[in-house]
Structure formats: C-alpha cells, structure tokens
C-alpha cells in the first residue's frame, strides 16, 4: 500500500522524502502557485465534537438534523448521509445502545473516534468496505506515537481510556497497547476540522496528510471542505522544496509557538521564525504580538524589557513602566479570563458578555492596540453579542 501511495503522490507533484532531524517530508517534484491545491485526503475517521454543535456524522452539516432512532447519539442530515455511513454506524450504533448511562457520559469526541478508526479497520478487513492507497490502517500504523517521549501521567490516561474502548467493543480482540499508542497517535496527528470561518466543527485523522511537517512560516495552508481536508500553496513553491503547514496559531510569538509546539506535538521548531529566538527582530515581534502598551495612554509604543532597572521601556517616546504593575494588571486579566471562561462553557451568556467587556478594559490598560490577548478578548466579545442576539 505504501508503494501505491507513492504513484499517488506523483501525480499530485509530490514525494516523500527522510530527513534525520524531521523523518518523513514531502518535496515538491514541480513548481505550485499560491491558491493551488497542492494534496486532498478524505478522513480516515472523524467525528463531530459535541460542544461545537450539532453536525451531520457524515457531512457536517447543521441543517435538517434527525437523530438516529437507535442510539440516539448520532444525527444525520438526510438519507444520503445515513446510507453513506451506515456500514460503520451499524456496528457502532450496536455497541452505543449497549452503554450504561455513566459509560456515556465518558464518551468524548476522542474516544469515539478510535471507535471508529477500529471499526474501520475491521470492515476494511473484512472487505465490507474498500480499501484504497490513500486510505488504509497501514497509513495509519506508520504514523509516529512519540511514546517514549510522554509523561507517566498522559501514559496513564491513554492506558485507561484505551481499557474503555476495549469495554465498548467488547467484541472486537484488541490489543490495549496498540489503542494506547493510537491515542498518542491522535493527540499528535488528528486535525481539527473547521468551517470556511474557521469555526471548529469535529476532529480527523488524515494519515496522509499528516505527513507535511510543520513551519511557523509556512509555504502552504489545510483547509477543510466539509470534512476532506485540503491543503492549497500560499507562496510560490518551486521544485524540490519541502512543503510545510502551520500546527499552530501562527500569530504569537516564538517562546509561545515552541511551548505550544513542545507540549502538542513534542517537538522543537528550528524553522527560519523560531531561529531568530532572542535576536533583536523577534524580541520586537514579541513585543508586538504579545507586548503591553506604554503607559502614557496617548503613546501607541510597546514596551521592551529594561532588565537592568527592573521596569520595562516604550520603544517609542523611552517612557518606563514598573514590571510590578504589570504583574499586577496581569494577573488581574488572568483571573477575570478564567471567570468569563466558565460562565461561557455553563451557559450563562450574559455574565460571561459581562466578564469579558471587563477584561477588554483591563487589557486596554496592559496591552498595545495590536495585541494578540486583546484581539481574543474582542472576537469572544463579538462571538458572544452574536449569540445573544440569535438568542434573544
């Protein structure tokens, strides 16, 4: 299968390539435009998150939902879905009915993913449904785990929520430390599906894709038409240049790129962003990105660090400001973020407008206009009135 692969990967201009610092790559073998479709892969498995909304299993639509009448945990937005995923949810709708009412309240969109990725492979198996070069549980077998690489506490997570799929398909013979690995597996390779307004709609996994590596100045974009993902040039590419996405928000600076990269995807970024760490550009990106404002309100400057006098200094008109006020400010942010957040995630929309238009003001007096803190806090903001409204 993954020699087929490779007839596959030619067609679309690519091939995989073995770096020791990064393992498997694709090279481009011609030139892409930006806005050309470089790859597309249809998922491997995917599912809707619950918390997002909503969301046909099959096309992730939110219109004309009915639940499915066995399991009632399943919606479809029509027949067409229905039959399209009904091999599938035939054996997981049988297994779902099965749960007591505690085992499905555990079932998060994680778990039931690897449900789906076993089922897969067994009807793939067994022949029940087809098995292509670009879709198939070897792809998904040569994915890394990085289980050497994971703490004793996520080893424990993933050791049991491994015993509780091998407890909702009871029928299956599993092997507890493939579902553990295969849940490393997710954590550093399923992607986040979103709509065309980046709305987070479900998760997949896509072996294939998953082998573009990362960048924090990436040459190419993963897009997702309903559920296939598709990855498009943002810059010219020329031949024999690796192609590359971005994991993570881009938008932020390169102490917090790596740390989100270290702790997701366990790796170093060495990217032409993340090697100007302490250099002078990038300490002024950072205090762009993430910087707090000068303290004379009419001043649109962004403070540096002043080691030396423990304060920190306006780039623009030198004015310092104490580290301790900051710290104060700060932490007052924090604690008002973290109440807006739980009154958003139990529903109460109202407070949590309330809490936010707080922490706006508070960040107004911490954070320069372009800050990437204070932007968050303006779409939840936005997000939130837009709620309300259709509410209401």
Partial sequence: MMADLDGILSRCGLKISFTEEKGRCFIATRNFSPGEVIISQEPYAAVVNPQDG????????????????????VWYCGISCQKSEWKLHQLE???????????????????????????????????????????????????????????????????????????????????????????????????????????????????????????????????????????????????????????????A?????????????????????????????????????EGYRCKDMKCDGFLLTNPAENTYICQQCGLLRDQNEIKKLKSEAEQVSNKASVSLSSGHYYEASI???????????LFHCFSTSLLQTRESLLKECIHRYILY
């Fill in 54 to 73: 909503l969301r046909c299993d099959g096309c992730f639509k939110s219109t004309n939902l009915k639940k499915c009448s066995t399991c009632r945990m």
């Fill in 93 to 251: 709708c049988a297994a779902l009915v099965k749960l007591s009412e505690d085992r499905r309240k555990m079932l998060t969109a994680t778990i039931r993913l690897m449900v789906k990725l076993l089922l897969k492979r067994k009807l793939q198996s067994e022949r029940v449904i087809p098995m292509t070069d670009n879709n198939n549980y070897e792809l998904v077998e040569s994915l890394m785990a990085h289980m050497s690489e994971i703490g004793e506490q996520k080893l424990v997570l993933y050791a049991q929520m491994a015993n509780l799929v091998s407890l909702i398909l009871p029928s299956l013979e599993l092997n507890l430390k493939e579902i553990a690995q295969n849940f490393s597996k997710l954590a550093c390779n399923a992607h986040t599906i979103c709509d065309s307004e980046l709305r987070p709609m479900g998760t997949g996994l896509y072996p294939v894709i998953s082998i573009i590596n990362h960048s924090c100045l990436p040459n190419s974009v993963l897009v997702f038409e309903e559920k296939v993902a598709v990855v498009r040039a943002v810059d010219f590419i020329l031949k024999d240049t690796e192609v590359t996405i971005s994991y993570i928000e881009t938008a």
């Fill in 253 to 289: 600076s390169t102490e917090t790129r790596q740390k989100a990269l270290k702790e997701q995807y366990l790796f170093t970024c060495k990217c032409p962003r993340c090697i100007k760490l302490g250099h002078i550009e990038d300490i002024q990106e950072t205090a762009t990105l």
């Fill in 355 to 365: 809490l936010y238009k707080t922490l706006e003001q508070l960040q107004l007096e």
